[in-house]
């Protein structure tokens, strides 16, 4: 009996196990940028959480070999649908998709070999691994912390200019960073109400309002970092020991006490008492002995649809790579002209298997810089859109953006300007497969769509001159440009 309680359990944990393993980009990108980045902490706790997973996990035994099994077909066609969204967010380097859709694999595959009851064991487990994944975002904690601090500094001083996210007081200057945002905390703090909520098998009104008191603590927890990091700068004229060295950890120090006060509010909450226990699900036979069908197609679709993608693509050559700025043959009145080396434009893309600089010029003063850059195959860290690409580079800074029609079709129009205030128009495109796209997004979900059967080339083509006075004199050459390229 006791080996056939741990019969389902060690199903459930090989299945996790191939997860991880075929989705390898996921776990690793989880892993290495998330869980090991000890310079953006937002995310590692992550371990943590995960061993939490599988103590719930190993805790739900009883019931996992209680439920019967009874495979469900419509949770195979989801985990079809899963995968292949998968495949094509991965394709795409869109991590913020492929890496949250792991765990929904992974209880669609379970979900599908044995069927909703056990799946339905499983899902506050899954659920709660979503605590450890990228999902999150502090842009809108940053903000209400703005504000926040706007109020609180107008009542209690020291007397402050604040300009977006800068706070400036007398004798120094604060920045609330994303990572001031308390998103941290606030993960943290929602997890730890979770998990009390579920110990106690609360019905979900009350864990709502667990949940809703926890994330007004972790809010108030780090307004508080934030207020006496500020104050304790101007007391001291910036060489507090919060100021010089670091204020993270006292922003903990803080949070263990709104954990003290959570625990003690808590149980005022109301605790509502669990369903009453119905009749005892029949206990099924063992594994081998029940519907190793379902099993088999989920074990099938988790590995064969990867290795299918792959093998179709590995049987179609590789395309000849895209030069989309050497192929420019602009006619009278523009001809080749030399490529400012002082220019402000330097433009980055990492991994780029081609990238060009070329210079155009008319008799009428009038000169293009033109970029093109290409790609044979775009992944993590060498793609068009990703943290390492710029079209800008660093020392140009946009003012504006929309996208605009030329006699050579659309273009998105960047409107930047240098350090010295200079401005100057970018008109730019990608190029994938021949095809011309101005929407970052639309060119990561056509890449994404386009090779999951090829090798799909991918470009950008991008042309910058100054700006002279307005940039309607700008816009005009740039039009006149295209126009004697000959550019579709």
């Not at 003012?399 to 960047?414: K, L, N, Y």
């Amino acid at each position: 009996m006791q080996a056939y309680r741990y019969a389902r359990l060690s199903w459930v944990a090989a299945l996790a196990c191939l997860v991880a393993l075929v989705y390898w980009p996921s776990t690793l990108f989880l892993l290495s940028e998330k869980w090991l980045n000890t310079a953006e902490t937002t995310y590692t706790h992550g371990w943590l959480i995960l061993v939490v997973c599988i103590a719930l996990v190993v805790r739900s035994r009883r019931e996992l070999a209680a439920v019967p099994v009874n495979p469900s077909r419509f949770a195979v066609l989801a985990l079809a649908l899963a995968i292949t969204v998968w495949l094509v967010a991965y394709r795409a380097s869109i991590e913020g998709l492929a890496v949250p859709l792991q765990p929904l694999i992974f209880w669609l595959a379970v979900t599908a070999a044995f069927g909703w009851a056990v799946g339905l064991v499983l899902l506050f487990p899954v659920a709660y691994f979503y605590f450890a994944v990228n999902v999150w975002y502090g842009a809108p904690l940053q903000d209400l912390t703005v504000v926040v601090m706007r109020g609180v500094l107008a009542l209690t001083g020291p007397p402050a200019l604040i300009d977006g996210a800068v706070i400036h007081i007398p004798n120094g200057t604060f920045v609330i960073e994303e990572g001031c945002s308390g998103l941290h905390f606030m993960i943290v703090g929602l997890a730890v109400a979770a998990l009390y909520g579920e110990q106690r098998h609360d019905r979900w009104p009350v864990r709502l309002r667990q949940l809703a008191l926890m994330a007004g603590l972790a809010l108030l927890a780090n307004w508080v970092r934030v207020y006496t990091v500020i104050e304790a700068g101007y007391l001291t004229d910036m060489q507090s020991y919060l100021v010089r060295v670091s204020h993270y950890g006292f922003g903990w120090c803080v949070f263990a006490a709104t954990l003290v006060v959570f625990f003690w509010l808590a149980p005022l909450l109301g605790r509502e008492p669990p369903d009453p226990a119905g009749a005892p699900a029949p206990a099924g036979a063992p594994l081998g002995r029940e519907h190793p069908t379902g099993l088999v197609i989920v074990v099938a679709l988790l590995v064969g649809l990867p290795l299918l993608t792959w093998a179709i693509r590995a049987s179609r050559p590789a395309p000849a790579l895209a030069q989309p700025a050497a192929s420019l043959n602009p006619q009278s009145p523009w001809h080749p002209a030399l490529l400012d080396v002082r220019s402000p434009w330097l433009p980055v893309f990492g991994g780029a298997d081609a990238l060009q600089r070329r210079a155009f010029g008319t008799t009428a003063d009038q000169t293009v810089e033109v970029l093109g850059v290409a790609y044979r195959s775009q992944r993590q860290g060498a793609e068009l859109v990703g943290e390492t690409s710029s079209l800008t580079g660093a020392r140009l800074q946009t003012r504006a953006e929309r996208v605009i029609t030329s006699t050579a079709g659309p273009f998105r129009e960047t409107e930047v300007s240098d350090q010295t205030g200079a401005r100057s128009l970018i008109w730019w495109r990608y190029q994938v497969d021949g095809r011309n796209l101005v929407r970052p997004f639309t060119q990561q979900l056509w890449y994404g769509l386009d090779s999951l059967v090829r090798q799909p080339p991918a470009g950008l083509i991008a042309l910058r001159t100054a700006c002279r006075g307005d940039c309607a004199s700008a816009r005009s050459t740039l039009e006149e440009f295209v126009t004697h390229s000959g550019m579709r």
